[in-house]
């Protein structure tokens, strides 16, 4: 029987049959290549790479703030926290992220006299990460079994213990591979912020670009940076998803 090819010589043989493939797709196109005119701008792409860590960073810290605390009130007793935390979750995600960036920064910016593009985009693409967040840790958190509950509450703990102690920590290995995906989702959505003239990654792809006329040569660099960004992050949900599906608390090594 012929063995099985190992998972690493699967992924290296793909990835040179999609380069193959878009090697040949390039070089069909009648097109006069010029990297060296882009080259010049390097520091443009340096400098947008380096906001687009910066302003993913925090809009990550903020949407995973907002979401284990909006998360946790949605599963509450309080009926205020519940309601607020729907009314959080239903806005945010039933409404789109450029809309969100638009009001956040023609509407409330202004009411707060911020006029940084860079702390309202940071703030937007946080609220709007954090109520997808919201949604997977209220799913986690009733993934559990009732009778951890009931367990629980019948030992004497509180409601509040019970989450705290009992329930949270079971429900954090499965709340963790989706919110991972998350943050994968927030650093792409940070595109979006060029439209507040944020010079992120694809605000600066578009100054090259409008600058020296290469559309070819500005913006595949960009997809090859964007993915630079979000390899890491998918390969580490992949990584976790299989330590979940193998009963490990920690990822495997």
């Known amino acids: 029987m012929i063995p099985s090819p190992s998972r690493p010589a699967v992924r ?25 005119a882009v080259w010049a701008y390097r520091e443009i792409f340096l400098a947008g790479f380096g906001l687009t860590v910066a302003v993913s960073v925090g809009a990550i810290a903020l949407g995973l703030a907002l979401g284990l605390a909006s998360g946790l009130a949605s599963v ?6 519940t309601e607020i935390a729907a009314l959080y979750v239903g806005t945010f995600r039933g409404t789109p992220l450029l809309v969100q960036i638009l ?5 409330v910016g202004v009411v ?16 709007f990460s954090g109520a997808y967040i919201s949604e997977m840790v209220r799913a986690g958190v009733e993934s559990v ?3 951890q509950w009931e367990t629980a509450l019948s030992s004497g703990l509180t409601r509040r213990q019970t ?5 949270f920590p079971q429900a954090l290995r499965r709340i963790v591979p989706p919110v991972t995906g998350q943050f994968v989702s927030c650093i792409k959505d940070s595109s979006l912020l060029s439209v507040i003239s944020v010079r992120e990654l694809t ?23 964007y993915l630079l960004l979000t390899w890491p992050l998918s ?12 009963g490990n608390a920690m990822i495997p090594r």
């Open 145 to 147: 079994d009732k009778g």
């Open 163 to 167: 989450l705290c102690y009992v329930v």
């Open 12 to 36: 290296l043989f793909l990835l040179a049959a999609v380069a193959g493939m878009l090697w040949f797709v390039l070089s069909r196109i009648r097109y006069h290549w010029d990297f060296g």
């Open 203 to 225: 605000k600066a792809a578009e100054v090259v670009n409008a600058t020296t006329y290469r559309t070819f040569e500005a913006y595949l660099p960009l997809a090859l940076l």
């Open 235 to 246: 390969h580490l949900t992949g990584r976790l998803e299989k330590g979940i599906r193998n």
């Open 112 to 127: 707060v006299h911020v006029d940084s593009p860079y702390l309202i985009g940071t703030a937007a693409l946080g609220f």
């Open 103 to 107: 009001i956040f920064y023609f509407c």
């Open 76 to 81: 509450s007793d309080n009926v205020w926290l």
